[in-house]
């Protein structure tokens, strides 16, 4: 069993910057792609960022520029620096990971989300 767990979320005035962070532990043998997604009330989850294990990424256009998307293969953590936040930034962040086990089977494994308010 996989476990990711995030934290780094909170309110923040616009303008201001946030670095949130996603620990993945368990029966990890390799992580592949990893993602943050976010989810504003009333709207569905969408992709904000995703990087992949050879370090390339692709971002949203809504935050292209301002967030920065990184990890650190050897812990197992996965980072999102997000800068010049405005209050359309606001959501429920959530991270992804594709993780392969020891068994040689990947899996698909979702963190419990962290609240990111960004105040106008």
């Known amino acids: 069993q996989v476990h990711l767990v995030e934290s780094g979320g909170g309110l923040v005035q616009a303008g201001g910057s946030l670095r949130l962070s996603c620990a993945a532990s368990?029966?990890?043998?390799?992580?592949?792609?990893m993602g943050w997604h976010r989810q504003a009330p009333g709207k569905q989850r969408e992709l904000v960022a995703v990087?992949?294990?050879?370090?390339?990424?692709n971002y949203a256009d809504s935050v292209k520029g301002r967030f920065t998307i990184s990890r650190d293969n050897a812990e197992n953590t996965g980072y999102l620096q997000m800068n010049s936040l405005k209050p359309e930034d606001t959501a429920v962040y959530y991270c992804?990971?594709?993780?392969?086990?020891?068994?040689?089977?990947?899996?698909?494994?979702w963190g419990q989300g962290t609240q990111v308010t960004v105040s106008s």
């Open positions: 990087i992949r294990r050879d370090g390339s990424t």
């Open positions: 992804n990971a594709d993780v392969w086990g020891f068994s040689g089977r990947g899996s698909n494994y």
């Open positions: 368990g029966s990890i043998f390799r992580i592949n792609a």
